[in-house]
């Protein structure tokens, strides 16, 4: 579960941490500033948790208003739904509704390989490139395969992995 803090606009009144949304709800209407008023705005920080929630969040752009789908994302999501999001939010600028957004929506294919030469290698294996007679396989030059595959594909890291991405 992510740690956040809710760091107030208002420099009379004191932050917190929390984890989930029932607890910043709680909090937040506690809160009051150095005069007794009640603080009303927040800067949401992620502080702690996962490095994909982390990308997660920084995607997500969270504040007090979405911080609910936030946390939804976090606890129902997979992982790999998770990085869609990310490349498409976060690197692509798609937009979302965050009260009701799903990962599927965005047209996202995943490749999980280190490089566009391993892409290309995995592409001739599965024969997307045909039949290869077996005496003609080393003579393929799978470095101009992998030039070729990076005008479609994009190589980014999420959270330490290394993923590979088209957009369609």
Not at 72 to 95: L, M, N, P, R, T
Not at 146 to 159: F, K, S
């Amino acid at each position: 579960m992510p740690q956040l803090h809710a760091q107030p606009y208002d420099l009379d009144a004191n932050g917190f941490y929390f984890e989930n949304l029932e607890e910043y709800a709680c909090k937040a209407g506690k809160n009051r500033n150095a005069y007794g008023n009640p603080v009303e705005e927040y800067q949401i920080q992620f502080i702690d948790g996962d490095g994909i929630d982390c990308a997660l969040a920084k995607a997500w752009g969270i504040n007090q208003a979405n911080i609910g789908g936030y946390f939804k994302a976090c606890d129902e999501w997979e992982d790999y739904q998770k990085k869609i999001f990310i490349i498409a939010v976060g690197e692509i600028g798609c937009s979302f509704d965050p009260e009701d957004v799903h990962p599927e929506e965005f047209d996202v294919d995943l490749y999980h390989v280190d490089s566009m030469e391993e892409l290309a290698e995995q592409m001739v294996d599965e024969g997307l490139f045909g039949d290869i007679p077996e005496h003609l396989e080393r003579y393929i030059d799978m470095e101009a395969i992998a030039r070729d595959l990076a005008y479609d594909y994009t190589e980014t890291e999420i959270a330490g992995e290394v993923l590979i991405y088209r957009f369609s």
